[in-house]
């Protein structure tokens, strides 16, 4: 494997890591369940509704609440921020798709649908530790038990499997970091959550459905919405040429 196409935090991570793979066939098609099984993000999102509705006073059910939008707001945020930044910056070819560094790859899974998404910086690493941030707002302890969780079921299948580079992640990591904590603030928090609360308090069916949906998207990672959008742009795209 050439790493010279690697940097330094890059390959002290990576060459140890890629080395394991095809050593043992059972954990290998373990880590690829996890790569494509939402059940760890519907873990995080149960997580979530759990807390939502715990047993407490009115004023910590209230600052509960606030926090969780907030967590909510944040990772979306952090998630345009990513989206923007890949495709702002240069490209970055997936480890597993880039024939120069020869990385090791797996028979689980082999699908090539990402391979003209640019690697850096990590969605999936916005997403979710702007989630496990969030929830050490809530509960210190709970919040670090979801970033362990995270890193073992999110982060760890990107880089084994050649899906992202170290510092994808790494770069993903501090964008929800920054992301969860401006959200988690006060101020910012009360004012991003005071309509949403009203919209609850005034209209319970609307907006317990609403959150229900944008919470599936979450355990999904948007893929209903990722793909209808694909689905009419491509429509979109033959009716144009058609013209």
């Known amino acids: 494997m050439d790493y010279h196409a690697l940097n330094h935090f890059d390959l002290f991570i990576m060459h140890p890591m890629n080395s394991l793979v095809g050593r043992n066939v059972r954990f290998d098609k373990a880590v690829g369940f996890l790569l494509g099984n939402p059940l760890p993000s519907a873990l995080l999102m149960a997580t979530f509704w759990a807390y939502w509705f715990r047993h407490a006073d009115s004023a910590t059910m209230q600052r509960t609440r606030e926090h969780l939008l907030a967590t909510l707001w944040a990772s979306i945020t952090g998630i345009v921020i ?20 020869n990385f090791l790859v797996t028979d689980e899974p082999n699908s090539t649908a990402l391979m003209d998404w640019s690697a850096f910086p990590s969605d999936h690493a916005v997403m979710y530790f702007a989630l496990s941030v969030g929830l050490c707002f809530v509960s210190r302890r709970l919040g670090l038990m979801a970033t362990l969780f995270v890193a073992c079921t999110i982060w760890f299948p990107r880089i084994y499997l050649g899906y992202h580079y170290p510092t994808d992640i790494l770069v993903g990591m501090i ?10 603030l006060t101020a910012a928090r009360r004012w991003l959550a005071a309509p949403i609360l009203q919209w609850e308090r005034s209209s319970p069916p609307s907006f317990y459905m609403a959150l229900f949906f944008l919470t599936f998207q979450f355990a999904t990672m948007f893929l209903s919405l990722r793909d209808s959008a694909s689905l009419v742009y491509h429509v979109t795209e033959k009716l144009l040429a058609r013209r």
Do not use: K, V
């Not at 890949?86 to 560094?101: T, V, Y």
């Not at 964008?175 to 988690?184: H, K, S």
């Open 175 to 184: 964008i929800g970091l920054l992301c969860a904590y401006a959200f988690n």
């Open 82 to 101: 990513a989206r923007a930044l890949a495709l702002a910056l240069p490209f970055r070819l997936r480890p597993r798709f880039d024939p120069s560094i």
